[in-house]
């Protein structure tokens, strides 16, 4: 058996996903053991095809990508982000069509099999929208039992939204999935919105990193490039990666400086209130803690480990 930890990435390719993944591939104490792919960012036909398209760049083609769900299991979908990320997800650079195709088995039922390959030493890293994981857990609740540590990138814990007053885009997406995996797993690990902004980059620095002479970031570049232009003209100096600082923690644990865990629900009524993450601070509810809150993680190390993905030969 292998010592690396098996790490399943469930994601929606767009570009912050990109770079979250550039980072898992990079990482020596990790093996990629597949990509399940869900609709958010972009359609599902994009985003299984930018997942095919990194594992090329990478230089793994042996990592399976397995497409799942199309859309909220419930609702019709929200808007997408195809405003931020292109159209493609990947910028509208019109890069040339990845060489492999996609595996038959539907994400669900790999993240299914795969629990049991590694039972007890899986690594879930969720990025996207939680349609595809609460589907595998409406088949077969006793996922959670052989996942060694669940970490999701989603949620605003003091409600500052991104998609609406109080929702972040993962959530609000799809929040009927959101409340079936948050509350059927008794433990996991959050990174919110509200993290993300206070992990910034600035993009002069960015731009640096990714001037490097490697294939994986000449590619980063430009399909970050509309991403980037788009946070500088609306955020201001500093550019923003959800999904890599998730990616940082799921990674190298040690790195949190600051966490809290709390009882954590996700609302799925109401016209304002739908898809907020509601976080029990004081406790007040009796609930048992369920999630354990990113609120800081150490800078430097994040950002070492976004420039050396990006420059990995």
């Known amino acids: 058996m292998s010592e690396k930890i098996p790490l399943l990435i469930d994601t929606d390719p767009g570009v912050d996903d990109a770079l979250a993944l550039l980072m898992a591939f990079h990482s020596d104490a990790h093996d990629v053991v597949g990509l399940t792919i869900a609709a958010g960012n972009v359609g599902l036909e994009h985003t299984v095809r930018n997942a095919l398209k990194l594992r090329e760049v990478v230089g793994r083609p042996d990592v399976p990508v397995f497409p799942g769900c199309s859309g909220p299991l419930v609702h019709v979908p929200r808007e997408d982000a195809a405003h931020v990320h292109g159209r493609d997800g990947f910028g509208d650079i019109g890069y040339p069509e990845p060489a492999g195709t996609a595996a038959d088995e539907h994400a669900a039922l790999a993240i299914l099999r795969l629990s049991h390959e590694h039972a007890g030493r899986l690594l879930l890293v969720a990025l996207g929208p939680l349609t595809n994981l609460a589907l595998a857990l409406r088949l077969d609740p006793t996922l959670p039992q052989r996942v060694a540590r669940l970490v999701v990138m989603g949620g605003a814990v003091t409600a500052h939204g991104n998609i609406t007053p109080v929702a972040e885009f993962n959530i609000g997406f799809d ?18 919105w509200e993290a993300t902004i206070a992990h910034g980059f600035h993009h002069r620095r960015a731009e640096a990193w990714l001037a490097a002479d490697s294939p994986r970031a000449r590619f980063y570049e430009a399909i970050s490039r509309q991403t980037r232009l788009w946070s500088e003209d609306r955020r201001g100096e500093l550019w923003h990666s959800a999904d890599a600082l998730a990616m940082a923690w ?63 030969a």
Request: hydrophobic fraction near 45%; charge should be negative; avoid cysteine.
């Open 250 to 312: 799921a990674l190298e644990p040690e790195g949190a400086l600051e966490q809290a865990e709390r009882p954590v629900a996700v609302e799925t009524e109401g016209r304002l209130a739908r898809g907020l993450t509601a976080v029990d601070w004081n406790r007040q509810t009796g609930a048992a803690d369920n999630a354990r809150i990113l609120l800081r993680y150490d800078q430097a190390r994040f950002e070492s480990r976004v420039e050396a993905a990006l420059a990995a």
């Open 175 to 192: 929040p009927e999935s959101a409340h079936v995996v948050l509350s059927e797993f008794p433990r996991y690990d959050l990174a919110d």
